[in-house]
Nanobody, 123 residues
Framework: QVRLVESGGGSVQICGSLRLSCVVS????????VAWFRQFPGKEREGLVN???????QYADSVKGRFTMSRDFDKHSAFLQMDRLKPEDTAIYYC?????????????????WGQGTQVTVSS
């Protein structure tokens, strides 16, 4: 059974940092894209970044230069380092996996999702 578990969320003050983790179990993550999304209350999920099996990443403009995604194949994990956080980054953050090369804008192609982790940034 495929399963994704996020961790690392929490509360932080403006300009602080958090590191989210996503552990994938149930299949070979080297063959899939992994992405991070977030969701504000009452809004659609917003794609932030994806990482391909070859390690290439694509970032949304809203987080480019502040967030960094990485993955560790040996640990079947993906990470999201979030720096210079702003109150408007407050949301529930999700990781998801999809076919080998899929961009975060193609949300509908990501077929396995974690349960989400809350990130709260206070001013």
């Amino acid at each position: 059974q495929v399963r994704l578990v996020e961790s690392g969320g929490g509360s932080v003050q403006i300009c602080g940092s958090l590191r989210l983790s996503c552990v994938v179990s149930g299949y070979d993550t080297t063959k899939y894209s992994v992405a991070w999304f977030r969701q504000f209350p009452g809004k659609e999920r917003e794609g932030l970044v994806n990482i391909y099996p070859d390690g290439n990443t694509q970032y949304a403009d809203s987080v480019k230069g502040r967030f960094t995604m990485s993955r560790d194949f040996d640990k079947h994990s993906a990470f999201l380092q979030m720096d210079r956080l702003k109150p408007e980054d407050t949301a529930i953050y999700y990781c998801a996996t999809g076919p080998r090369y899929v961009h975060f804008r193609e949300t509908w192609l990501f077929n396995t999702w974690g349960q989400g982790t809350q990130v709260t940034v206070s001013s």
